[in-house]
Each structure stands twice: as C-alpha cells, then as structure tokens.
C-alpha cells in the first residue's frame, strides 16, 4: 500500500494506492466506523462487512435521492454515531456521493472516507469532495463540496464489475486523456479493454494516473472557478442525454465527447475529431445516437453550467488540450 497525502483549500486528504480493502480498519484505527454500500457490492463482497456496522443502500442511480438520505441518517441515529464516528462509502459513484453527503450533515458534518468499487468511482466520482444527490431529472442539483479524509484504492475489487460498468469507466478515462493527457490517449489506443481486465499492473497504474489527474485538476480549481470545468468534456449534452433517454452516464458522455470534438473540429481547429471517437469505439461505447434537439435543448437551459443564453462549452484544441467556450443556446441548437 503507497500512502500520498493530498492538501486541498481547507483539508488534506490520505490516498492509499495498490491497497486492499481489509486494510481499512488499520488506516482508520480505533475510532467507530460505519460502513455504507450496496446491494450488489455487499454481494459480490460480502465477506469484507463480516462484524461490521454496515448499511447497504438500493444500488442504481434512480436511488440516489433523498430518500435514500433520510434512511441512512434514522440508520446512523439508530446505530448511535456521534461526532467521533467515521462514515466508510464503499461502492460505486452513487454509495460515494450519498456517503459524502450524508457525513457533510450529519450531526453538521462527520469524518468520512471513500473505498470505490467501480472504474468510475476509483477515476473520477470518488476524487475531488463533490457529494449530492439527484431531484427529479436533474442530476447533483443538490449537495456540498467536501473532501473525504480517506481515500483507499484496491483495484482488485474490480474483478466483480460488470462489463457495462467497466465501459462506463473507461468513458472517464477516456475523457481525461482527451483534456489533459495526450501521452495517456496513445497508450489508449495501443491497448483495449480486455488488456486492462487481465493486466494487474498496468490496470493500477491507469487507475492511479487518472486519480492524480484529477486530483491535480481539483487542487488547482476546487470550487470550479476554471480549470476544473474543463472535466465537464463531453457532459453538458451527456447529461442532457442521460436524463431523457435510456442510457448509462458513461454512454451519455461519449456521445457528448463525440459531439464536442466535432464541434470542436467545426469552432476550435482541432485536425483530428475521429482518433477521439474512434477510442470510444475501441472501448465499446457508443458514439451517436438519435434525439429530440427541442427536449434536449430544454434541460440544457437549466443545466447549472448555463448563463442567460449561453452555455459554457468543453472544446479540444488538440488532443490533450481543452479549453472552455462560451457557445450561444441558439447556436449549439443549430449545431445538435
Ligand atoms: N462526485 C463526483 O465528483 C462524481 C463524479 C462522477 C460521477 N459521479 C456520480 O457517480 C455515479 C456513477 O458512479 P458509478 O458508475 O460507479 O455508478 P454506481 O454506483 O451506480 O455503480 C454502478 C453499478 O456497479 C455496481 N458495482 C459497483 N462496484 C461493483 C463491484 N466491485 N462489483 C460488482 N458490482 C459493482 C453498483 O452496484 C451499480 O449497480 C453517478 O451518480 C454520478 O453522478 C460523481
Ligand atoms: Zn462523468
């Protein structure tokens, strides 16, 4: 296990790399620990919550609503966690931001740490204290930023994520190359999804170059003020798409980053849009698909990264290098 500490604006973070997940109770300690998962996690893990306070939530993005909030905190009243208790997420992108979330409120505000189970989790959903839930069709429109003190990652977990679920990730991942790490693309390129699957090493090694990059994008931007925009590659129409039709977040952003490199082919020079589609090709996600533009455009209006009439849009200059773009609503509906 490799521990790196991390500071961000007001709290600094643990990260322990190449971990497992037994080894949470030495990096905790002594202190009362409350454990929340899935059911899918806790399934295909059980073994992990033996003797512990676990509580485990509905798995699924419908479920990552107040509803969800509420039974975890009458849970925590009833196991009596104080001020002193440390709340564990292990699990995917949901159990973590309900985790962190839950821990930001409770009694105003416990200690928490994450263990993520998913690619997406470990790369992106778990990294950079953002914690909420959905309302309605409108994802993360409530919630705080607060970093977690510990972050463990043990990418054997991985070996019981479905396959979809991997392919989600990999949208991620794909996103940070496209944005910040040209060198990171190539290797992309050169492998496949089957590579990572078998390859140990080389899977920890991409799942640790992803959480830096974003960490370093946090640290350097934690309340969004700039760079850390730029990790929204791919998810304004994503979003939009995500909430109307039938698909993951991870096929959503594809569809949003295929979309944005062609704009930014159109608006910002970019020489070569198709080595980006083609990537997401390779890792099974999709590219396109058919939508309504006038109900797009109607979430899109509401998106919270919106301003009066314009929308602030990720574009690529070149592989490895975004920046952002204010685009009228007029003209990205022209553009759909
Ligand atoms: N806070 C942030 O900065 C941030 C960033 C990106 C995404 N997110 C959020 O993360 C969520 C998506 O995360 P996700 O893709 O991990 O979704 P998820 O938590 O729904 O997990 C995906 C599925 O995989 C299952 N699963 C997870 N780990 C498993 C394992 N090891 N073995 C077997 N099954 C496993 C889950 O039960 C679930 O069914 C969204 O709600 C999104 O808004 C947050
Ligand atoms: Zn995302």
């Not at 003797?51 to 107040?66: F, T």
């Not at 054997?156 to 396959?163: A, I, V």
């Not at 998810?235 to 594809?254: P, R």
């Not at 797009?296 to 602030?312: F, Y």
């Amino acid at each position: 296990m490799i521990r790196k500490k991390f500071h961000f604006s007001n709290s600094s973070v643990n990260y322990y790399f190449e971990g497992r997940i037994s080894q949470i109770r030495q990096v905790v300690g002594a202190a009362k620990t409350i454990f929340i998962t899935d059911e899918n996690v806790f399934a295909a893990h059980g073994k992990q919550f033996k003797n512990r306070n676990v509580i485990v939530l509905k798995a699924g993005e419908e479920h990552k609503i107040q509803a969800a909030v509420d039974s975890v905190i009458e849970q925590l009243i009833e196991m009596e966690a104080d001020r002193k208790t440390v709340l564990i997420g292990v699990g995917g992108g949901v159990v973590t931001d309900i985790t962190g979330y839950v821990a930001s409120i409770y009694m105003r505000g416990i200690v928490f740490g994450f263990v993520p189970t998913s690619l997406l989790a470990m790369v992106d959903a778990s990294i950079g204290g953002k914690n909420g839930i959905d309302v309605g069709v409108y994802k993360n429109m409530v919630g705080v930023i607060r970093q977690p003190s510990i972050l463990l990652f043990d990418p054997s977990l991985l070996q019981t994520l479905p396959d979809d679920e991997w392919r989600n990730g990999f949208a991620e991942i794909i996103k940070h190359a496209s944005i910040k790490d040209g060198t990171m693309f190539r290797q992309l390129e050169q492998n496949d999804l089957k590579f990572y699957q078998k390859k140990k090493k080389e899977l920890s090694a991409l799942v640790q170059r992803n959480a830096l990059l974003k960490t370093r994008v946090v640290q350097q931007d934690e309340f969004e003020q700039g760079d850390r925009k730029l990790l929204n590659f791919g998810h304004t129409l994503g979003h939009a798409l995500e909430n109307q039709y039938d698909l993951s977040h991870g096929q959503a952003i594809s569809i949003g980053m295929a979309y944005a490199s062609k704009l930014s082919q159109k608006l910002a020079g970019l020489q070569n849009a198709d080595r980006v589609t083609g990537l997401l090709s390779k890792y099974g996600l999709p590219t396109f698909t058919e939508f309504d533009r006038d109900k797009v455009i109607n979430v899109l209006k509401m998106d919270k990264k919106k301003t009066k009439d314009s929308i602030n849009f990720i574009l690529l200059e070149k592989i490895g290098k975004a920046f952002i773009k204010k685009i009228s609503i007029q003209q990205l509906y022209e553009n759909l």
